[in-house]
């Protein structure tokens, strides 16, 4: 098996920890000290001479070491009985003092041919072995000195120093060269290659259990002079006894140039822990070890060491991702998007998924490259297909491809079709540069039909992409590339918001407080009230479950129905209808202070025990008198919502919302259509916090609500009954909190109410279309 230098490095690293020689072996370092390597060169010596001995067992018993430093002249620094324990023979190393003089490698092999191996035990039963460090640069011969050193037995290697001349490394070391000649700069490699070979000679065993010896293809570096003629000039010539004379003679140039030479290299290599790819979805897995392992997991798969999914996309909605490819944005650019997509994919979407997803690429042109559900079960085919997109090029028109995919990306019937999978349609934008044509009344063409559009993109087209959404809940920004990958929880959270059924199941008592007033105007009134019913229309409206109740207002307020009055959704959007036109001024607060006195009352149709809610829309103008009483209602428990239509003043807007949280600012009373689910996520989460029984105040004519445990009672003061209600003793007709219904009962209301649902939302379609 063939591995690349820098995957084999990683793996030798790992193996250092535990290889060990522990045989009977006597190793004497032959050390470069010359001018030609230089200090700095000496010091990495000495640095490789301490890794290869914390290889080595070194023991009076085990492995000797000595070491000879030569220059001019070969100096015995220490012999190989000097030290019996590895933390002395390490010590000794690291003060051993450079000497420079000329590189006299051959006085250093004769050296040893006379001296033998100082301190060794010098019986052929015991191997020895010599470990040159050089830069190959030696001053004489040493070609002779090396094969006769070799002939006594002795197995020579050659590790060399900085950029070394590896022809003479080659003719000094035993055969085969390959495992005997290495780089001391790599010294995990070079003790890692010795340790080897020493395995390979069966001189000692230091290969650990599960690893192996190995060839993979190498090469070497080296730093040599090139000459390189320049051309020719002028020069003069002559000898003694004779008249010079003009001649062309040769220029050359010396050059310093790196060159590399391929080899073979034999290591000792063990499985790594990453080979089985245990890392899931894209993690990265590091080798801690011959053993251990860790994931390093993209965003959303923390929680899991191996990566598993911890985002899912549960939601059932039909998804397109239209990607910009145009020329503006370059190659990197488009490839950074389709790299984001496809580990949002990756993240998001299993097999069993319930969402539906398609892919479109824009630029100049817009390409639908898979509908919505052709890969639907089948996630690797998906992936596959985001691989598998090219960039269109041409100008950046986002327009066109808005109003494209609307038209045919969802399409696998016809466009408006009563058909019973009617999932919400979503159009996820992942662009990079400013559009070259209209977005405005392109992403009303396609928010017009029901498509949710959801925009991703740099910062700096924040403003573009909320023009585009409708809607800065539905905009994901970030502030530079690095940052994307990290976007993917938030853009997950934005696609699921949009399967918002209302709040079917969730009791509620919800009050609308519609300005009808001549600042508002009689058509625009008309837009109010259809923006109640689609309000409505989400909630699963029946006495056990949402209550709704409308309050039109001028300079005075009127109830137009009570939270008691209708037991159906069909009922309340007949009812919104019944709602008149004012005229006149306008006073908010008169508005909030009859909702809190005549319509979240217990006497008419107030629930203790259930969350209430209540939405003011306005244009913001008669609401200097209504900070005071919004206070008050909320006081009493009861959350506020404030939906600010045109140019209208933020800050009074503000006051009576109480926290941006709980308002919502739409640019026209035609944009006011685009915000309607924003408000019922709005509304939905609110009603779900914890519910105290005695706010607002259920008890009346100043009863005292005093909580029991899961309910409450009222001290009553010259009245009796559950709320304080009555004089008389006849019993009240509603109780402490909503009877349920039977089982069947709510089964057939939630039916019933989700075809309502389904077929208002099929109504609009058809008459947009």
């Known amino acids: 098996m063939h591995r690349d230098m820098i995957t084999v490095l990683l793996f030798i690293f790992l193996l250092l920890q535990v290889m060990q020689c522990s045989a009977v072996l006597d190793v004497l370092f032959l050390m470069d000290g010359s001018y030609s390597i230089g200090k700095g060169t000496f010091e990495r010596a000495k640095h490789y001479a301490v890794k290869l001995c914390e290889a080595l067992n070194v023991a009076s018993d085990k492995v000797r070491v000595g070491l000879i430093q030569f220059g001019s002249v070969p100096r015995l620094e220490f012999s190989l009985d000097s030290f019996s324990t590895k933390q002395e023979l390490k010590k000794h190393l690291k003060k051993i003092s450079y000497r420079g003089g000329s590189t006299q490698t051959g006085l250093a092999l004769k050296y040893v041919l006379k001296k033998g191996f100082p301190g060794g035990r010098n019986s052929s039963s015991v191997p020895r072995v010599a470990i040159l460090l050089s830069d190959g640069r030696s001053q004489g011969s040493v070609v002779q000195a090396a094969a006769q050193l070799k002939q006594t037995g002795v197995v020579l290697f050659a590790v060399g120093l900085r950029y070394p001349k590896w022809e003479e490394l080659h003719s000094l070391a035993s055969e085969p060269v390959e495992s005997h000649v290495f780089l001391a700069d790599h010294f995990h490699d070079a003790v890692n ?78 499985s790594d822990p ?115 997109l090219q960039p269109p090029g041409g100008l950046t028109l986002t327009g066109q491809a808005l109003r494209h995919v609307t038209r045919h990306g969802f399409v696998s019937e016809p466009v408006f079709a009563d058909v019973s999978d009617d999932l919400p349609r979503v159009v996820v934008l992942l662009a990079a540069t400013p559009a070259a044509d209209d977005v405005v009344e392109a992403s009303k063409y396609a928010r017009d039909r029901e498509i949710f559009l959801i925009g991703v993109g740099p910062e700096r087209l924040k403003a573009e992409l909320n023009n585009i959404t409708g809607n800065p809940q539905r905009t994901v920004t970030y502030s530079s590339p690095d940052r994307l990958i990290g976007k993917i929880p938030e853009l997950k959270a934005k696609i699921c918001s949009v399967d918002t059924q209302g709040c079917l199941g969730q009791a509620v008592d919800l009050v609308f407080a519609l300005d009808a007033s001549v600042g508002v105007g009689r058509e625009n009134f008309a837009t109010l009230q259809d923006f109640v019913r689609s309000i409505s229309v989400q909630f699963d409206v029946n006495r056990d479950v949402a209550q709704v109740a409308l309050v039109a207002y001028n300079r005075r307020a009127t109830t ?47 629930r ?31 959350s506020v919502f404030v939906v600010g239509i045109g140019d209208m003043q933020r800050d009074k807007v503000l006051m009576i919302a109480g926290s941006e949280e709980y308002m919502i600012s739409a640019p026209s009373y035609e944009d006011l259509k685009y915000f309607e689910d924003v408000l019922v996520q709005m509304v939905c989460s609110e009603v779900r916090k914890p519910v105290n029984l005695c706010k607002p105040n259920p008890c009346m004519h100043d009863g005292i609500c005093v909580l029991s445990g899961a309910s409450f009672r009222c001290q009553c003061h010259d009245y009796e009954g559950p709320h304080c209600e009555r004089r008389s003793g006849k019993n009240s007709s509603r109780g402490d909190v909503p009877k349920p219904a039977g089982l069947k009962k709510k089964s057939r209301q939630r039916k019933s109410h989700q075809e309502l649902l389904r077929r208002y939302k099929l109504h609009r379609r058809r008459h947009t279309a």
Not at 202 to 227: D, H, I, M, W, Y
Not at 247 to 257: A, D, G, I, T
Not at 312 to 317: A, E, G, H, N, Q
């Open 193 to 270: 290659g010795v340790s080897t070979t020493l395995s390979a000679l069966s001189f000692c065993s230091a290969t650990p259990a599960g690893c192996q010896a190995e060839s993979f293809p190498c090469e070497r570096k080296t730093l040599e002079t090139v000459k390189e003629l320049q051309g020719n000039f002028m020069c003069w010539k002559g000898s003694k006894g004779y008249s010079p004379y003009t001649s062309l003679c040769p220029f050359y140039r010396y050059s310093k140039v790196y060159k590399r030479h391929q080899t073979v290299c034999h290591r000792t290599v063990c």
């Open 274 to 388: 990453c080979d089985s790819q245990p890392c899931l979805n894209g993690g990265t897995c590091v080798s801690q070890g011959l053993e251990r392992y860790q994931c390093v997991c993209p965003p959303g798969y923390g929680s899991d060491p191996h990566c598993a999914p911890a985002l899912s996309l549960d939601c059932s909605i039909d998804l397109i991702f239209l990607l910009e490819g145009s020329a503006t944005l370059t190659l990197d650019g488009f490839l950074r998007l389709k790299s984001f997509l496809k580990r949002f994919l990756q993240t998001v979407i299993s097999s069993d998924s319930p969402s539906k997803v398609g892919l479109a690429v824009f630029g100049g042109e817009a390409r639908v490259e898979a509908q919505v559900g052709r890969f639907k079960g089948n996630t690797r085919n998906l992936l596959k297909a985001v691989d598998a």
């Open 560 to 606: 137009v129905f009570g939270l008691d009055v209708h037991e159906s959704g069909s009922a309340i959007l007949k009812a919104v209808g019944e709602a008149s036109y004012m005229g006149g001024g306008v006073s908010t607060g008169a508005a909030l202070l009859h909702i809190y006195s005549k319509v979240l009352t217990v006497a008419n149709g107030a």
């Open 608 to 638: 203790p025990g259930v969350n209430k809610a209540v939405v003011v829309l306005t244009d913001g103008s008669g609401g200097d008198d209504a900070v005071v009483p919004a206070q008050k209602i909320r006081d009493s428990g009861v």
